[in-house]
């Protein structure tokens, strides 16, 4: 509900207001009957009463983290997001852009920049010339998850990556004759107000004002202001199919569980479920019933198991179709579309038939 309530244009996708959300969510709890809230570092586990729910994510204290880290003999991931720069609206020259999405679905949420191919390749080679932050010793080879992996290292794997992923022209056509750049920038508004713009797919560890110079190369920015420039920030997750048992909570203490993105999961949908289904679960052992997971076929159920299967290269993750069983007679490519519209009556069927198990007495 908060989350609609502060939604901002963003196609198919669910992107949110995040100063709004923020403040949404937080008036919810302060006003809640039934929680009471505690204003107090936790800096230790052995200071939480049992059960307890771990759901710090990205914002685990250093003294927390440590304690973790023993609780779990350090078998620990650290993994570092990289952030895209946020642009005032007003500074983006329109003329040098269009508004529209991939595919003319209708929404033209996105504001795309142009390049031709020689406006491509200067862009990838400054990019790549252009200073980093110096990694820590702590921060070498760090795990990035695909979807924010930073442009720089999308680079490293070779200069028509970006071409093929974020950049892509695929889809997109200007209005008015039909005709197609060599790649695209695509901007995404950050409120409802557009009055902010981030570049999606422009996560980065340059320099701030190596991003200034960079990024004004792209055709409409040449003039942009830069409200927020790209940044790295730590993300801890455990590995939760080595640490964690099918109900979420620690092998080493089944009283201690975890939700949100420690688990391994990624984005705010992904993490609310997660944390939805911790409860689920907290309040169907505390009722003495016996636990019911969500089947493996809907998309919770589904995320449920990509963060508990057993696997060696353990790595955040989000929601999608891959995660999901793929039924029998409908595998390869030319089977797609029908293949997604079998997995999607699955998870529907399956659904309602979990609901009730789900229900909630107050």
């Known amino acids: 509900k908060s989350a609609k309530e502060n939604s901002v244009p963003a196609g198919t996708a669910l992107g949110v207001d995040r100063i709004k959300f923020s403040q949404s969510i937080t ?36 003294a927390l983290a440590k304690s973790l ?39 033209k949420d996105y504001l795309n920049c142009p390049l031709n191919q020689e406006q491509y390749d200067r862009l990838i080679q400054e990019i790549s010339n252009a200073r980093k932050v110096e990694a820590k010793d702590f921060e070498k080879d760090i795990p990035y998850f695909d979807g924010c992996m930073p442009i720089e290292t999308m680079i490293e794997r070779g200069p028509e990556t970006p ?32 009055s902010a713009y981030s570049m999606v797919g422009f996560q980065t560890k340059m320099a701030y004002s190596e991003q200034t110079r960079v990024f004004r190369m792209i055709p409409g920015l040449e003039n ?16 939760s199919p080595k640490m964690l048992n099918l109900d979420l909570s620690s092998k080493k203490d089944p009283q201690l569980f975890f939700a949100g993105q420690i688990t391994g999961v990624e984005g705010y949908f992904e993490s609310t479920s ?89």
């Open 69 to 107: 880290a023993e609780h779990f003999d350090s078998q620990f991931l650290y993994f570092y997001d990289a952030i895209a720069p946020i642009i005032d609206a007003d500074s983006i020259d329109l003329d040098a852009c269009w508004f529209g999405d991939r595919f003319d679905r209708g929404t």
């Open 163 to 194: 071409r093929f992923g974020p950049m892509s022209p695929k889809g997109l056509q200007q209005q008015g004759p039909e005709w197609r750049k060599h790649a695209v920038v695509q901007l995404r508004k950050e409120n409802k107000e557009g």
């Open 224 to 239: 942009a202001e830069f409200l927020k420039l790209g940044s790295i920030h730590r993300n801890l997750y455990i590995h």
């Open 274 to 362: 997660v944390g939805l289904l911790v409860a689920l679960i907290l309040h169907q052992k505390l009722s003495h019933q016996d636990v019911v997971l969500p089947h493996r076929s809907t998309a919770l159920g589904s995320l449920h198991n990509a963060i508990t299967e057993p696997k060696d290269n353990f790595q955040p993750t989000n929601m999608n179709f891959s995660h999901m069983p793929v039924p029998e007679g409908f595998k390869g490519r030319r089977n797609r579309e029908k293949k997604r519209e079998h997995q999607i009556h699955l998870a529907q069927q399956a659904l309602l038939e979990q609901l009730p198990l789900f229900s909630v007495n107050s």
């Open 27 to 62: 008036q919810i709890l302060l006003q809640h009957p039934n929680i009471t809230i505690v204003d107090k570092p936790v800096d230790s586990l052995d200071d939480l009463p049992r059960p307890a729910v771990i759901a710090t994510g990205p914002l685990t204290s250093d």
